[in-house]
């Protein structure tokens, strides 16, 4: 294809030759269909409309594509392809255009006049409903300018109510948190116990921290504390989470929290063990974005805890947001450095911005002391006021990890990732800790992975794990088909399965979920411990890909597939799940009724997330990928409960990701009040 030279200076002339470059930007893979398609569309609606208007369409369009809620016009020009996700150079056998040179002629002020100039935008303060609105800088799709304009707002107007404070609020702690913090016969400062007083100061409540930081036990003593505070009036209480799997392990994990809690059996009886998906506790609506909970028709409850704040979206937020009613508690715990939704926005990430340093006010600091008897001390922390900075005044960073103590190897090796230390993680991850492995494949050749995948390493399983239990612990053929060996049996294959897990960093390619999947069946179909590779077989994983709920079934939710018997000397086989209530119970569901699955021997990163597994397995793709960060390092990283192993194909590329992290452009902060 020839080299399309694009005059942006001449609208008639420029805009042909912009088209031109956009579809062989599309055919490189560098834009989707979907973004030139967008830019054509309002050059229907607009004949005249500039090249340079046409162009930051597209991008914008290409931005969400990219999880970013707006296209930042001075970051594009300052650096267009890092802050695009192009290729940083062009290919020789095509295409030598890029952003980097089509923009180098353009200024901010040029390309802000131009945008301007089009009856296809409106500025932000403007009252004109136009499909594109330029706020400052940022060029928004209407929908998401109004999506992000609504959360800013309703968070503002949360953290200025400020809710009476239960008079025996030191005594009330004390009663939650009995006993001092000590560690290595060090006293320590107690973030859960200071994150419990903080959130009662406000409707509206951040707690964030890494695996195994107590974010479930602090909420759940929060909760206890609300309702003793309420006294006779039993609070209405939700939890809820983004995903089926997070919702489910919320509520597994709930109910031994909930049982221990040092408070009457009247109080305990107010907390919910239950946690459902945020969709449902809105209510979808079939084939549409709406919900039956909104603005019009609030959410009869009076406190509200999300889970896993970090994979939730713009727009859910927003839908969220206008649903709850004014007096209620929003309490979002989650932790910030793990990857964000896919979809557009990095809510969590933006709203913890200053979690590390603290920020708080001295009059705020001094009243948590005294109130909770901690000393909220950390080298970390740095002065502020609440004027400057009212979000950091609702949020509280749980800094002990009792899943991963001084000595994991794991647990170092994810702060050294997350610190964006390369040298410092290669390091650990290389001096033989005992819950630490690296694999290096060299020379094409295969086997040592095979290895891995099959049989783990030391103590950590690898995949033949739960199919020799699924061979060996089979019960007998004349157990009856209600026999509760049963489901005996198939629990314990789905907890051997979790034992290990691949995690990729992307879908396609040799080193994606889609090539792996397949060569790991392939592989143990060969062992002999699969019936088959393709179709529907015995011990086959699947993975569900969308809410089904006339199943039961959430997005995320991992069954097996099992041959189970029918009638007398027939069997047949069904797909076992465990169920989502906590109950420990399984449901078998016909793999006939199974739209939305997907082979689950690879899964991405994204969608570990809200899983652990005690064996996780990271592979690395064999070059530098955009998706590629410290956030997805250290999303895969903690999914390890016990041991953790990275895959490299290419040195490097563990480094390289390590030095690169996830930048979403959004102006949510700039529309909260008082945040710079």
Not at 222 to 239: D, E, F, N, P, V
Not at 288 to 303: E, K, Q, W
Request: aromatic content about 6%; glycine content about 8%.
């Amino acid at each position: 294809m020839l080299e399309p030279e694009v005059v942006i200076a001449e609208p008639q002339h420029g805009t042909t030759q912009m088209f031109t470059l956009l579809d062989a930007w599309v055919e490189k893979g560098w834009l989707r269909a979907l973004d030139s398609a967008l830019a054509g569309f309002f050059a229907e609606l607009d004949p005249h409309a500039e090249p340079l208007l046409l162009l930051a369409t597209a991008l914008a369009s290409h931005q969400l594509g990219h999880g970013h809620v707006c296209l930042d016009l001075e970051a594009t020009l300052a650096s267009p392809d890092f802050a695009l996700s192009l290729p940083p150079e062009g290919d020789e056998a095509g295409i030598t255009v890029l952003p980097s040179q089509l923009l180098a002629q353009v200024t901010l002020a040029d390309w802000c006049q131009q945008l301007q100039a089009s009856p296809l935008v409106a500025t932000a303060q403007g009252d004109q409903t136009t499909p594109l609105v330029l706020d400052e800088q940022r060029l928004y799709l209407r929908r998401y300018w109004r999506y992000e304009q609504s959360v800013a707002q309703a968070l503002s107007s949360r953290m200025v109510l400020v809710p009476d404070l239960p008079a025996q609020l030191s005594e009330q702690l004390e009663q939650l948190f009995p006993e001092p913090l000590v560690v290595d016969g060090v006293r320590q400062t107690d973030w859960q116990k200071l994150a419990c007083a903080l959130a009662v100061r406000g409707n509206f409540s951040l707690i964030t921290g890494g695996p195994g930081t107590g974010k479930t036990t602090t909420v759940v003593r929060l909760l206890a504390l609300l309702q003793q505070s309420a006294g006779a009036q039993t609070l209405r209480i939700r939890l809820a989470a983004p995903t089926g799997k997070a919702a489910a392990r919320l509520t597994e994990s709930i109910g031994a929290q909930v049982a221990s809690l040092p408070v009457s059996d009247a109080v305990r009886a107010t907390i919910p063990s239950e946690v459902t998906t945020l969709h449902r506790l809105l209510g979808s609506l079939p084939n549409s974005r709406h919900f039956r909970h909104h603005a019009g028709n609030l959410l009869p409850l009076d406190v509200l805890v999300v889970d896993e704040a970090s994979m939730i979206d713009l727009e859910m937020m927003a839908s969220l947001l206008a649903a709850l009613p004014v007096h209620a508690r929003l309490i979002l715990l989650g932790d910030k450095d793990q990857l964000a939704s896919v979809e557009a926005g990095a809510l969590l990430g933006d709203l913890c911005r200053d979690a590390e340093i603290g920020r708080y006010d001295p009059a705020l600091r001094e009243w948590l002391e005294q109130v909770s008897g901690e000393a909220l001390a950390h080298p970390a922390l740095q002065p502020g006021t609440s004027a400057e900075h009212p979000l950091a005044q609702r949020t509280l960073m749980l800094r002990y990890s009792r899943r991963f103590g001084s000595h994991s190897g794991i647990g170092q090796l994810a702060l050294a990732v997350n610190d964006q230390d390369a040298a410092l993680a290669r390091r650990i991850l290389t001096e033989g800790r005992t819950d630490l492995h690296r694999l290096k494949l060299r020379n094409e050749q295969y086997k040592a992975l095979d290895k891995l995948l099959l049989k783990g390493w030391g103590e950590a399983q690898g995949y033949g794990h739960y199919l020799e239990l699924l061979q060996q612990a089979r019960p007998p053929v004349r157990c009856e088909a209600d026999d509760p060996a049963w489901s005996l049996w198939a629990g314990q294959v789905l907890a051997a399965f979790d034992e290990f897990r691949l995690l990729c960093a992307v879908r396609k390619g040799p080193w994606g979920v889609e090539g792996l999947n397949e060569r790991i069946a392939t592989l143990l179909h060969k062992r002999g411990l699969l019936p088959a590779d393709q179709g529907w077989y015995e011990g086959r994983p699947v993975l569900v890909t969308r809410n089904d709920y006339s199943l039961g079934l959430m997005n995320g939710d991992i069954g097996i597939a099992l041959r189970l018997p029918d009638e007398p000397g027939r069997s047949v086989l069904r797909v076992a799940f465990a169920r989502n209530d906590g109950s420990g119970e399984l449901k078998f569901v016909l793999p006939s009724r199974l739209s939305a699955i997907e082979t689950v021997f690879a899964m991405t990163v994204h969608k570990s997330q809200g899983s652990e597994f005690a064996h996780t397995a990271l592979i690395l793709p064999d070059s530098l990928n955009p998706v590629l960060t410290k956030e997805l390092l250290y999303t895969g990283i903690t999914r390890a409960r016990h041991y953790f192993s990275v895959i490299e194909s290419r040195d490097q590329v563990f480094e390289q990701a390590i030095q690169k992290r996830v930048e979403r452009r959004s102006g949510l902060l700039a529309g909260l009040q008082g945040e710079p």
